[in-house]
């Protein structure tokens, strides 16, 4: 990786006040629960022989504000809980963050800008042992103190690179109108559409749902909601035509878990991390299925 710095950047938000963070210190992480057994048994045997690229899955909003993000980091920390290693990508230049959802915004480690001016092949196991990380789960986010506008090409590297070096990239999409998408999503093995239960929400999903399948042949739906019944998830389902995958009903601890850099997905109860598992049991062990 030549074009690399030698020493990465801090990539940390500015805050106020000297050390300070996003985040409320100190952060006291829960105990890590493991997946079911019967899930982590399906994910792990085809890993263990380690396979020459990953796994990818792509993770995007069908509007703003939805917890794509938080989405995406619960998966690949079920992933890491599960026995596999994991890392995300963050592909919303303008977005909150992989890296502020995780609670490693002031961890030191190369962020996308460092990477903006990189020419040729890049070395991803070099490159995955200078990402911050967490939990077994490694991160690849922007920089809210750089702003760098990324090229095509560039980012279809990175993607190819870390994908030699994990067993899963977890990919948060940005919207495709975005040039970045049409970079990252065609190489993703499943996609999953985050809705929301909103007239605003649904529609914006309905605009993009035709894109997602245009760039890739297993597009997912999870809908988020306050706690609508499962009739109302396959009517949303039905209207945007395509399967559902899970509900992800709103939970109260979720916010203060954020705030203190609880990474989502941390603890194996609640919605969230049951979503994240039917989208790696679908997606991963659900796909080896299907091609044997």
Do not use: Y
């Amino acid at each position: 990786m030549p074009t690399a710095p030698d020493v990465p950047p801090s990539g940390a938000v500015p805050c106020s006040g000297p050390g300070s963070s996003i985040h409320n210190p100190p952060i006291v992480r829960p105990a890590v629960h493991s997946l079911p057994n019967a899930l982590a048994g399906r994910l792990l045997p085809d890993h263990r022989c380690r396979m020459k690229t990953a796994h990818i899955i792509g993770v995007v909003g069908g509007s703003g504000g939805v917890g794509a993000s938080v989405l995406t980091a619960a998966i690949a920390v079920r992933a890491a809980q599960a026995g596999l290693h994991p890392v995300c990508l963050d592909g919303d230049r303008l977005g909150g963050g992989l890296d502020v959802t995780l609670g490693v915004e002031q961890e030191p480690g190369v962020r996308w800008p460092d990477l903006a001016g990189a020419r040729g092949r890049i070395d991803g196991s070099a490159l995955l042992r200078r990402l911050p990380s967490v939990d077994g789960v490694s991160v690849l986010s922007f920089d809210r103190a750089r702003d760098v506008q990324l090229g095509a090409g560039t980012v279809e590297e990175v993607l190819r690179a870390l994908s030699t070096a994990v067993d899963l990239v977890v990919v948060g999409l940005p919207r495709p109108d975005h040039e970045v998408f049409g970079a990252l999503a065609p190489a993703a093995d499943a996609i999953v559409l985050l809705a929301g239960s909103g007239i605003g929400d649904l529609a914006g999903a309905s605009a993009i749902a035709e894109h997602l399948v245009r760039a890739c042949p297993d597009v997912w739906l999870c809908l988020r909601t306050s706690g609508r019944g499962s009739h109302f998830a396959d009517t949303v389902a039905g209207a945007l035509d395509l399967p559902m995958l899970a509900v992800v009903r709103e939970e109260a601890s979720l916010a203060a878990d954020l705030l203190h850099g609880v990474p989502p997905g941390s603890s194996s109860k609640g919605a969230l991390a049951g979503a994240a598992d039917k989208v790696l049991a679908q997606c991963i062990a659900g796909a080896r299925r299907q091609a044997s």
